[in-house]
């Protein structure tokens, strides 16, 4: 799975769209453009020095001990214990899907048919070009129809499977994984069900319903690992014990970054390549509607998330800028995803 | 082949206390995973921790954490500091509340684990038949490998399914946000545009999809190491054509008509 560079690509969701290309189906055709709908809001520490000097990942010869330049190194795949194929990039481009910037859409869907488990990632689409009738339309007869559009386009020399859905008149494309890469009950080894004893359900089902609830708690819902987190950094900010100066490379200012949100909302508005702010673009103060205790609460969780976005974006821009040209950028990536299993990559304290 | 359960525990809800083990429903084997070799010898590269502005290497266990702040400085944080940090080991699968469905929204789903029973089967199966006759699913909560997660637990057909969710502020939810307006859609074309997504109404087939790419990669690689060139034609490259948004309609539907 790409994860790892879509994880990275998440730091670039600022006032540019993140891709930008062509809803398909029958002669029909709809500019979209492509916002990531779930963004990375974990807290993540740096690797510094006993003296607080920020570290940089190298890699070295075990045999001759020595650290390697980017082009003392290649990609190999393991075949066998120890015995690699190498591939080169040449070859890995001419094995990329052809370049193309529609987005496929091939047929229609029931849209509660598709398994959850399918779902991987979410991106919302807003419409690219100078009229929004041809999105509204498409958006407007799926939400009623209950229809999704499943459709394949090419990202980044990758091609994704995605379902397009609407909601709220809005289109968002989900990525979905490859049904060989989902294991079944069978593959598992899970048993075979059987039938429960009536009492032993009703006994289960007393427990159940003293604990319904008719929403979920947000709070819940709250990353404490992270909020833990900022709240040692705000009491050792107070003493000022270990606080030390950074390298002007290793924290990029946070100036200049906008939210997510209001780059979506501009783009819905119809000018997000302009950039510019018009009276629409006021919506940015309009209360959430409906359940508003809900989404008030929602709103207030993105602000205080948008400035550990802004540090997180400043940190991932700061990363990607070590790896200076195309093509380390490219190893470096795939290095990660050689490297990676996501609950360690996630993990503040061993990140890999 | 029966996979290994990556993780123990019990799910806890007043009287109820199901001992479950826990399986990734998302093979690893996603993309294609390559080693970063050194060219001459193709020995794999170690990695290491290195200082750039001294080129000193670090070792692993001396090396700190530290939080950049937005001030361009750097917290550091001690051993006991990130201790605070780890939550509290526990095998339990906590249910706080169990809610319809439909109140956890796909969009918080992250990743889906499969349970299946560590114990005993009957008791399994029984919380599974009372999620369906309650057709509900729980809010969970657990510790797993030091980290601590929230999940949905539901079922997946017939079997116990936790799948983490997203944390709140993760998800940017279509409520909190505006659709497009413009002028009010013309009738005729809401009705055209409805039989164009009929006519390419289809049978959902996820299974026939399949990861070319990764497909054509693991080829060129069976290739090279039994020595064989391949070669791979590139996908034709579609026609564009553009013209107005009621004329594309009916000539699509035109042309779904003459193919049906």
Redesign the interface.
């Known amino acids: 799975m790409a994860d790892n560079d879509e994880r990275e690509d998440e730091g670039e969701a600022r006032a540019r769209p993140f891709w930008s290309g062509t809803i398909t189906f029958g002669l029909v055709s709809i500019p979209v453009e492509l916002f990531p709908a779930n963004r990375s809001e974990r807290v993540s520490l740096r690797m510094v020095s006993e003296d607080g000097a920020p570290l940089a990942r190298r890699y070295f010869c075990p045999s001759e001990e020595r650290e390697l330049d980017w082009d003392e190194i290649v990609r190999g795949y393991e075949i066998a214990k120890d015995e690699f194929v190498v591939v080169t990039d040449e070859e890995l481009e001419r094995l990329e899907p052809e370049k193309t910037r529609d987005i496929d859409l091939r047929r229609f869907v029931n849209a509660a048919d598709i398994d959850p488990m399918y779902f991987e990632r979410a991106y919302y689409l807003t419409p690219g070009g100078n009229s929004t009738k041809a999105y509204r339309l498409l958006a407007r007869t799926m939400e009623q129809t209950e229809r999704a559009g499943i459709a394949t386009f090419v990202m980044r020399g990758k091609e994704y499977l995605i379902a397009i859905l609407a909601e709220n008149g809005i289109m968002r494309a989900e990525t979905l994984r490859f049904a060989d890469e989902l294991r079944s009950p069978d593959d598992i080894g899970l048993p075979a069900p059987i039938k429960p004893k009536a009492a032993a359900v009703k006994a289960i089902e007393k427990s159940l319903t003293k604990l319904v609830e008719k929403q979920l708690d947000e709070d819940e819902l709250t990353d404490r690992a992270s909020a833990q987190l900022l709240k040692i950094v705000a009491r050792k900010q107070r003493s000022g014990k270990d606080v030390v100066d950074a390298p002007e490379e290793a924290v990029e200012p946070a100036a200049g970054v906008i939210d997510l949100m209001e780059a979506l909302k501009r783009s819905l508005a119809g000018n997000a390549s302009s950039g510019s702010v018009t009276g629409k673009t006021g919506s940015k103060a309009k209360p959430a509607k409906a359940d508003s205790a809900k989404s008030a609460k929602k709103k207030n969780a993105g602000k205080v998330a948008k400035t550990d976005r802004a540090k997180k974006t400043a940190k991932s821009t700061k990363s990607a800028r070590t790896a200076k040209t195309a093509k380390t950028a490219k190893t470096a990536k795939t290095a990660k995803t050689a490297k990676s299993s996501k609950p360690a990559a996630r993990k503040p304290r061993k990140s890999a | ?3 290994r359960a990556i993780w123990k525990g019990r799910i806890r ?4 206390d199901v001992p479950v083990k826990l ?34 290497v ?1 070792a692993y266990e ?9 001030d ?7 051993e006991e ?2 201790a ?4 509290e080991a526990s095998r339990d699968i906590e ?6 469905p439909a ?2 929204t ?4 992250d990743r ?1 684990y ?1 349970l ?2 560590d114990d005993s ?3 399994y ?7 369906r ?2 057709e ?1 699913e ?2 969970a ?1 657990w510790v797993m ?4 997660y ?1 999940g949905a637990l539901r079922l ?4 116990l ?1 936790l ?1 983490t ?19 009010e ?1 013309d009738k005729r ?2 009705q055209m ?2 039989q ?9 087939d ?2 026939s ?5 990764r497909e ?2 693991l080829e ?2 069976e290739a ?2 039994s020595g064989k060139v391949l070669k ?1 034609p ?5 026609k ?4 107005s ?1 009621s004329a ?2 009916v ?3 035109e ?2 008509k003459k193919s049906a």
């Not at chain 2, 249910?95 to 319809?100: A, G, K, P, Q």
């Not at chain 2, 590139?234 to 579609?238: F, N, V």
């Open positions: 082949m029966a996979a809800f007043g009287d109820v399986y990734s429903a998302v093979k690893s084997t996603g993309g294609v995973h390559f080693r970063l070799l050194h060219e001459k010898d193709l020995v794999p590269v170690k990695q290491q921790m290195v200082n750039p502005a001294t080129g000193d670090v001396d090396v700190r954490r530290a939080y950049p702040t937005e361009g400085r750097l917290v550091m944080l001690d500091e990130l605070e940090l780890e939550p249910i706080t509340r169990f809610v319809d109140v956890i796909h969009q918080w789903y889906p499969y299946g029973p089967d009957a008791d199966f029984a919380l599974a038949e009372a999620l006759s309650q509900k729980g809010v909560r490998r030091n980290k601590e929230v997946e057909d017939e079997h399914m799948m969710l997203r944390h709140a502020g993760e998800v940017v939810p279509a409520s909190a946000l505006k659709a497009p307006g413009g002028r859609l074309e809401i545009a409805k164009l997504v009929s006519a390419l109404e289809g049978d959902l996820l299974e999809y399949r990861d070319e790419y054509r990669v060129l690689v090279k190491a791979f590139k996908a034709p490259a579609k564009k054509k553009d013209d948004l594309m309609l000539k699509s539907l042309a779904t």
